[in-house]
């Protein structure tokens, strides 16, 4: 009776004092009376504390609850608070775009689907998709390719640890950072000037003429997408050698046994064995593709027909200020992930991690 009394009382005093300093500590944020610094690190020490406090409220309230009631609401009680925090960070966004991407420039007056029409029949629209395509395709494929090929060659090499550590480094990279790396390397200056670009400097020693990379479509896309797959395949090489590790050893032997060549192995033994893994790294990358902006805003600014639907989308939202444009290409990116996202739970709902 008494330990039922004392939950109570604890209860009584810990929820009040959670609602306390969650909002007082949102409020004292929303002030801005402290600098940069301060903020940053009382944000990170409020809002841990926050947390564990919200969790441990919600289970003092939940145990004065019947023991059967309790253990049905327990589960909710820890996965509601991120569900809700999704549901207003993701589905609330989400609905507001849909309704917007049907309205004019301001998203004050119903224009049907007027928006969706210059998507699909403007000429620099059209570009952005070829381009979207473009990256989709060679972006997610050479990636793939390239990791498989790494993890492979690794898987059998005397310095795995070295190689596969040296590919995986470019992920560390924000694709910001690597942008920048790049820009100096495909940097170009007219014939006859120092060219400080590595590339160029290379074509130059040579005796070739240095090259505008970066200004010369369609092919100056494929060397955005050359960064991105220098980004992507330490990713790929990570997961398909942890996959590597788990085909059978005993079948490898008894092919080469009955005379298989290498490439057979691979072809025949190897890459059946890993096929989840590798559908599941190229759905990943696939829709890293998709959503692709921060390389092609950082090297060309989706100049010299490197525009892509994501840097289109930012363009018409925040610098022309078409909500109703901005709204229906984030729209047509969102439909354009669905059926991979569908597909990837799909999958996990097989293999029973939900």
Same mark, same amino acid.
């Given at each position: 009776?008494?330990?039922?009394?004392?939950?109570?009382?604890?209860?009584?005093?810990?929820?009040?004092?959670?609602?306390?300093?969650?909002?007082?500590?949102?409020?004292?944020? +929303?002030?801005?009376?402290? !600098?940069?610094?301060?903020?940053?690190?009382?944000?990170?020490?409020?809002?841990?504390?926050?947390?564990?406090?919200?969790?441990?409220?919600?289970?003092?309230?939940?145990?004065?609850?019947?023991?059967?009631?309790?253990?049905?609401?327990?589960?909710?009680?820890?996965?509601?608070?991120?569900?809700? /925090?999704?549901?207003?960070?993701?589905?609330?966004?989400?609905?507001?775009?849909?309704?917007?991407?049907?309205?004019?420039?301001?998203?004050?007056?119903?224009?049907?689907?007027?928006?969706?029409?210059?998507?699909?029949?403007?000429?620099?629209?059209?570009?952005?998709? +070829? !381009?979207?395509?473009?990256?989709?395709?060679?972006?997610?494929?050479?990636?793939?390719?390239?990791?498989?090929?790494?993890?492979?060659?690794?898987?059998?090499?005397?310095?795995?640890?070295?190689?596969? %550590? =040296?590919?995986?480094?470019?992920?560390?990279?924000?694709?910001?950072?690597?942008?920048?790396?790049?820009?100096?390397?495909?940097?170009?200056?007219?014939?006859?000037?120092?060219?400080?670009?590595?590339?160029?400097?290379?074509?130059?020693?040579?005796?070739?003429?240095?090259?505008?990379?970066?200004?010369?479509?369609?092919? !100056?896309?494929?060397?955005?997408?050359?960064?991105?797959?220098?980004?992507?395949?330490?990713?790929?090489?990570?997961?398909?050698?942890?996959?590597?590790?788990?085909?059978?050893?005993?079948?490898?032997?008894?092919?080469?046994?009955?005379?298989?060549?290498?490439? +057979?192995?691979?072809?025949? /033994?190897?890459?059946?064995?890993?096929?989840?893994?590798?559908?599941?790294?190229? %759905?990943? /990358?696939?829709?890293?593709?998709?959503?692709?902006?921060?390389?092609?805003?950082?090297?060309?600014?989706? =100049?010299?027909? %490197?525009?892509?639907?994501?840097?289109?989308?930012?363009?018409?939202?925040?610098?022309?200020?078409?909500?109703? +444009?901005?709204?229906?290409?984030?729209?047509?990116? =969102?439909?354009?992930?669905?059926?991979?996202?569908?597909?990837?739970?799909?999958?996990?709902?097989?293999?029973?991690?939900?």
């Amino acid at each position: 009776m008494k330990a039922a009394i004392s939950e109570k009382m604890k209860t009584l005093y810990v929820v009040p004092l959670t609602v306390i300093i969650m909002s007082g500590g949102f409020l004292l944020l +929303r002030t801005g009376m402290m !600098n940069q610094v301060l903020t940053t690190v009382f944000a990170i020490i409020w809002g841990t504390a926050s947390v564990l406090l919200l969790f441990y409220s919600l289970n003092l309230l939940a145990q004065l609850m019947k023991a059967k009631l309790y253990n049905a609401v327990i589960p909710y009680i820890f996965i509601g608070p991120a569900v809700l /925090i999704m549901g207003w960070y993701l589905f609330v966004p989400t609905i507001r775009s849909l309704i917007l991407s049907f309205m004019d420039k301001r998203g004050e007056h119903f224009i049907g689907f007027g928006n969706y029409a210059y998507v699909f029949t403007d000429p620099t629209m059209l570009v952005s998709i +070829r !381009n979207t395509i473009i990256w989709l395709v060679s972006g997610t494929v050479f990636s793939v390719l390239f990791g498989l090929i790494a993890a492979v060659l690794a898987d059998r090499s005397q310095i795995e640890k070295l190689g596969k %550590t =040296l590919i995986f480094m470019p992920m560390a990279i924000s694709l910001v950072g690597a942008g920048v790396i790049w820009k100096f390397i495909y940097a170009y200056r007219p014939e006859g000037d120092t060219q400080i670009g590595l590339l160029n400097a290379i074509v130059t020693a040579c005796g070739g003429k240095p090259q505008n990379w970066l200004g010369t479509a369609p092919a !100056n896309n494929l060397f955005l997408i050359a960064i991105f797959i220098w980004l992507q395949t330490g990713f790929a090489l990570v997961v398909l050698s942890a996959a590597l590790k788990s085909v059978s050893s005993e079948m490898i032997e008894a092919a080469r046994i009955d005379g298989a060549g290498e490439f +057979r192995i691979i072809l025949q /033994i190897v890459i059946p064995s890993i096929a989840g893994s590798i559908v599941t790294v190229s %759905t990943t /990358i696939l829709l890293a593709a998709l959503k692709c902006f921060d390389i092609v805003f950082s090297m060309t600014n989706g =100049l010299y027909g %490197t525009e892509v639907l994501a840097s289109q989308q930012y363009k018409q939202m925040f610098k022309f200020l078409h909500y109703g +444009r901005g709204s229906a290409i984030a729209i047509v990116i =969102l439909l354009a992930v669905s059926p991979v996202i569908w597909y990837n739970l799909k999958e996990f709902n097989k293999k029973e991690v939900f």
